[in-house]
């Protein structure tokens, strides 16, 4: 069997509703000669007489009947799949799975999705927080947010909001070794490091005259989440540098202190990244984020 062409289905559906070849071409808007090479390549494709014909009449042998059945709902199906995928570029629906880094999804992420789902009564949502990268296609995800430089460049992002990094420690840890006045004196005290990052050790710091500083941590302890880090720091475990929305109320409570206040470490963005043509559902996602980022956040952060 050669490999059917579908598109003559619907010419044959077509022709057995309109009971004629010419029917059947006016209402195509075909000529009679296109719609019998249609048929003719159809039963050709299959190797089955689907119409008995003659130059008056023609009738459905008894292949073709089983055949025009399972036609009609091979079509009805394709219409229908056509209907869904239209109504979701329309309204938000189904489930929206998305991934996060753990603090970020827990602080801004989580409360913006609870308030679109309460705008969005058809939609539900599956949300895996992680600060590992997850494969978005692999993981079948909608949609990711993602802070720091963007490694895959076939896939689609738009900004969201900008962080500041902040060098950090526990007041234990600086009334035991001291406090850091310049750059340069960090290579003789512990450090907690982040290792998802790419380069979790080395680290530029600018001070306010322009004069850069490039300085490599000592790692006492690393771990692969940024809670941890932030636990491990608050436990007096050694510095850390930490994106500012995270340590903001330690910094207020004293909880943490900021260190060398005068230099600043370069800004990270987070990033809504997603596959292909985004639906519905993960426009009006990042829609309603970046409102939520706009309402919590000072002016100069959000990217536009």
Request: glycine share 8%.
């Amino acid at each position: 069997m050669e490999t059917v062409n579908l598109n003559r289905l619907g010419v044959f559906v077509a022709l057995v509703r309109a009971g004629s070849f010419t029917a059947a071409a006016e209402h195509l808007g075909l000529t009679k000669a296109m719609v019998s090479q249609h048929l003719a390549r159809l039963e050709r494709e299959l190797g089955v007489t689907l119409l008995a014909r003659s130059t008056r009449r023609m009738a459905l042998t008894e292949a073709g009947a089983a055949f025009h059945e399972d036609c009609v709902r091979i079509l009805a199906d394709a219409a229908a799949a056509v209907a869904r995928v239209g109504a979701e570029g329309g309204e938000p629906r189904g489930t929206l799975r998305l991934t996060a880094p753990v603090n970020y999804g827990t602080s801004v992420v989580a409360p913006a999705l609870a308030s679109f789902l309460r705008r969005h009564p058809r939609l539900r949502a599956d949300l895996v927080l992680d600060d590992q990268l997850k494969d978005l296609i692999a993981g079948r995800f909608d949609l990711a947010i993602r802070g720091g430089p963007l490694r895959d460049s076939s896939l689609h992002a738009l900004p969201l909001a900008s962080f500041s990094q902040v060098l950090v420690a526990a007041p234990s840890y600086l009334d035991a070794r001291g406090t850091p006045r310049r750059p340069d004196e960090l290579a003789a005290h512990d450090a907690v490091v982040l290792s998802a990052l790419r380069s979790p050790l080395r680290w530029t710091f600018t001070g306010r005259n322009g004069a850069r500083h490039r300085v490599t941590l000592r790692p006492v302890a690393q771990a692969d989440g940024a809670a941890a880090v932030h636990a491990m720091a608050l436990a007096g475990g050694g510095l850390a540098i930490l994106p500012d929305f995270m340590v903001e109320a330690d910094l207020r409570d004293g909880r943490l202190c900021r260190l060398l206040s005068t230099c600043r470490l370069p800004e990270g963005r987070f990033h809504a990244v997603y596959a292909g043509s985004p639906p519905a559902k993960v426009r009006a996602f990042v829609d309603h984020l970046r409102e939520c980022i706009d309402g919590t956040k000072p002016p100069r952060r959000v990217a536009r």
